[in-house]
């Protein structure tokens, strides 16, 4: 195969960010939301025929040449070179999502995720996640709850773990229920050291990436999700309204999946997709 050349200039004009490239605050938020718009959290690879490899040439052909998605490892190994060569300090940690369809959190180096080191601040950083995920990132520098849109979030400490919880718009404020996320310390990983549970999660009845074949992205306003044969359509509350999310559902049949896919997220698949919308089977051990 011929060696990719990761060309950092073709990769922001692949998110659609025109702006000063120089490591602060304000060009950290922009790449942030400019690639959550961009590059759709998906796992289409695995249901049509092939198979994921943490090699960040791979990753880049994939995202910024054929103008796919992918799933974390993908998504924020390769934001974590973007960031880098942008230059900022980026760590890449360990984390365990809650699956909702469980209620279990995964196994550790479930989900990777980006700490950035910016001015004396620590910043969490996490364009993979999907619909759970912060469009802005989050400050480890306090406690707070630090809203964003229609959901406000907080991290906490218990000893030796961090952990994100979330409120929904409908829910929030002191009296609101929060809703466990995920959890991860500040122990720097390597990208490698998530290479077993990369072929796990594309092999395993206890994950929704093998379980479920799906592709969601961000919209300004709202969001939109293909699942199996489902494609869901969010629209957000308008900030302070207090307002719930609005949702409409429409059933696919198999043979305009491939053309919604398309149309609606800009991903041409090269192989055949086969649907998946199966339940996930517990995981044999509570993390």
Partial sequence: MTSVVMDLEKYLLRIGFAGPAEPSLDVLRAVHICHLHSVPFENLTVHSGGRVQLDLSLIYDKIVNQRRGGFCYEINGLFSWLLEKLGFQVTLLSCQVKTAFTGAYGPPFDH??????????????????????????LSLETSAPQEQGHRVYRIREDPGMLFIDWQREENKGPDGDWVDMCKFTLEPRRLEDFAEMCQYHQSSPCSILFCKSFCSILKPGGRLTYVGRRLTSTTFPAEGTGGTLQTTTRELQDEEIQGILAEQFGIILNSPLVPKDEAIAPTPVVY
């Fill in 112 to 137: 990777v995720t980006l700490m950035v080191s910016l001015d004396g601040q620590r910043w969490l950083c996490d364009v993979g996640i999907g619909s759970m995920g912060f469009s802005s990132p």
